[in-house]
């Protein structure tokens, strides 16, 4: 169901550059930003659009499993926070979404793509939300686990991608403490509750670990990636972060992480702990996710019921372009 857009083979090195490409790298070792009119290599524009276009694919598929809850949240309270941050999520996608088209490529394009599954969107949104506590786990990892990832994005060399993603971690930020407040609800509430909550933790584990990609070993496009400055850390050293910052989180609401081979290791000064199942990412990844077709279904469904709006603005669009005043 899914191409690999882009298969980068490892990072070349400055002999094996042009001049051109040399200089770029130069631009990119001194840390200076890349912004849209300035010259690029192809596979680097083409990089970015990959990364930039399943991030912003991920915001607005990531909506689906959060907003199932919107209906159901147990208070107005709570009503209103979800409701909040699954529109900020819409925006982060809308955001990303002009940051590619400053690379050449249309919406419409990435969308199709998306709808086609030409193009991928995390892993994660895969998965169903079974319970309220999901909710929680959800802000608490799965937003615990983006922040993890993209405060370094936004250090990143392409300029529009960095400046997007400032605004984006600091609602990533709000999104977290959300869930984590859930989590501490329901963990400090009825045994029923505690109960519900380490389910939670239970099945988001493993499929929040997944979504820092594959172990480095195995990740295509890191070494190219890291050398362009597109991406600041490895996959693994961001897992290892996400891993270190959680555990302690876990112990104060008193549930466990479903890992038995989870120990402190003083010598690395982090924890040691279980691969995810990979099988089951690449199952995920290739359309083959508990949830895959649902989502697909649900922004196909969007995007065609959504076409007598965007009709009507082109049509208006086109009206006021040929009004006298605009044409004077
Ligand atoms: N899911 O060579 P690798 C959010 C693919 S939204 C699916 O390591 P790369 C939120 C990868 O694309 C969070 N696919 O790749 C929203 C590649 O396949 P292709 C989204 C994955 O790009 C709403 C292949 O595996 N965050 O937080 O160097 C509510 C090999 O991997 C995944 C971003 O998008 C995955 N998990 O590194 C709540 C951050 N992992 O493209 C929360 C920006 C890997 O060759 N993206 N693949 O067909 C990145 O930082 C990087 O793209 C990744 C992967 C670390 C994800």
Redesign the pocket.
Known sequence: M??????SEAAKTYDEMTPQERAFQERIDRGEKIEPKDWMPDAYRKTLI??IG??AH??IV??LP?GNWITRAPTLERKQILLAKVQD?AG?GLYLYSAAETLGISRDELLDMLHSGRM?????FNYPTLTWADIGA?GWL??GA?IM??VP?QRTSYGPYSRAMVRICKE?SF?QRQGYDIMMKMAFGTPDQKAMAQDALNRFWYPSL?????SDKD????AQ?MQWKI?INT?DELRQKFVDQTVPQAKYLGLTIPDEQLRWNAEKGGYDFSEPDWSEFYAV?AGNGPCNGERMAARVTAWEEGAWFRDGLMAYAEKSAQRPSAAA
């Open positions: 899914y191409a690999q857009l882009v298969k990959r990364q399943q991030h991920s915001e990531g909506q959060e999520e982060h991928k969107y995390s892993s994660i959800v799965v937003d983006a990832n993209q994005l990533e999104h997944m979504m820092f990609g594959p990740s295509v496009h890191s990636s991406k996959n990844i």
